[in-house]
Structure formats: C-alpha cells, structure tokens
C-alpha cells in the first residue's frame, strides 16, 4: 500500500520527539520556522567567538541539511563544527542547471530525515525556502499558505534569476504552483 505523506506529516509523526526549542534560535540569520520539527535559514555562523551549531544542537535539532553548491563562491560551512556540535549532516547541493536532479535528491533526504528535527540551511535561506516549499507542495499536492510566506517566495524568485528559473523548472515538472502571481 503506497501512502502520500506531506511535510507537516513526515516532519511531525513521532510522538515523542520533542519540538524544536525556536526561542534558541533567534540569532540564526534568515531562520524561518516551517513547524515544530523542521527550519529554515541562512548559513548558521561559526567563528572565535560563537559556534552556531552548537546553538541549534541545544535547540533539539538532529540534522542540518546545506544546499551550497560545493563549487559555490559562496562561504561553506565549517563541517568539523556541524559534526563536533554532534549533527546529522547532509549535502544536497542546489543545481540551478539541473534543478529536478536537485529537487529529487532534496526530497529523497528529507524523506529520510521524517523522524528527525531537521535544519535545512543556504546563504540566505533562498534556495532552502524555495527547495522545502517545493518538496511540501509535491508531497502534498497542494500549495501551504502557511508553509513558507508567499511574498517571501515571489521576492526571492524575482531577485534571483538561478532560483527564478529553478521555481520555474520544478513548477512545470511536477504541474504545481509554488509562486502565485
């Protein structure tokens, strides 16, 4: 039997993970938070004085997720501050050329991170709102209203001509909406 799960239900279906603790990360720049189990946001900060990471470990996150493009002129994370702060991490490089190889490999992680609070982060929290409002809509098969801020989609997508066309792409691929006009 084959069953259609949404984010809402893959992000919240074991009862006794406890909620991400939001109030943690407000210093997080561009956080965004999707539900209890799952956040958005720009590339958490690790320098002498601060190491993020470990912030959003306290917070009851268990996998951070970073759609940087590895060949990026974009900072990378620092992968020894992820892993001492004792997080799950996964790479799904966003591809602006290839953007349903991208989106497939995003879906297929996130589905296997369901009963995991779950951090999925970029530079500027674009591509990880774009990517996760994209994989809500198709699990789902419906556009969320209160998933990600539409507003906050269309601007992203109308500043970013690599995400316009990503949106644009995976919007035709699987016949759903993600920007409304």
């Known amino acids: 039997m084959s069953m259609t799960t949404t984010a809402s239900d893959n ?20 956080v965004h938070f999707i539900n209890p189990h799952f956040v958005t946001s720009g590339m958490p900060k690790v320098d002498n004085t601060q190491n993020q ?21 974009e900072t990378q994370p620092n992968i020894a501050a992820i892993y001492n702060a004792g997080l799950l991490y996964y790479t799904v490089p966003f591809d602006p ?3 349903i190889t991208s989106q497939e490999s995003f879906s297929a992680t996130m589905d296997s991170l369901k009963d995991k609070n779950v951090l999925v982060f970029c ?12 994989w809500n809509t198709i699990t789902s098969g ?18 970013v001509k690599s995400v316009s066309h990503y949106v644009q792409t995976v919007e035709d691929h699987y016949n759903i909406k993600i920007i409304r006009d």
């Open 11 to 30: 992000m919240t279906d074991v009862a006794t993970r406890l909620p991400i603790d939001t109030t943690s990360l407000k210093n997080i720049d561009f």
């Open 53 to 73: 990471f470990e912030e959003i470990k306290k917070a009851g996150v268990e996998a951070v997720v970073n759609l940087i493009p590895p060949v990026s002129k």
């Open 97 to 99: 050329s290839h953007p």
């Open 123 to 134: 530079a500027k929290n674009y591509r990880a709102s774009i990517m996760s409002d994209a």
């Open 142 to 159: 419906k556009t969320d209203d209160n998933y990600i801020a539409r507003d906050d989609l269309k601007a992203i997508a109308s500043k």
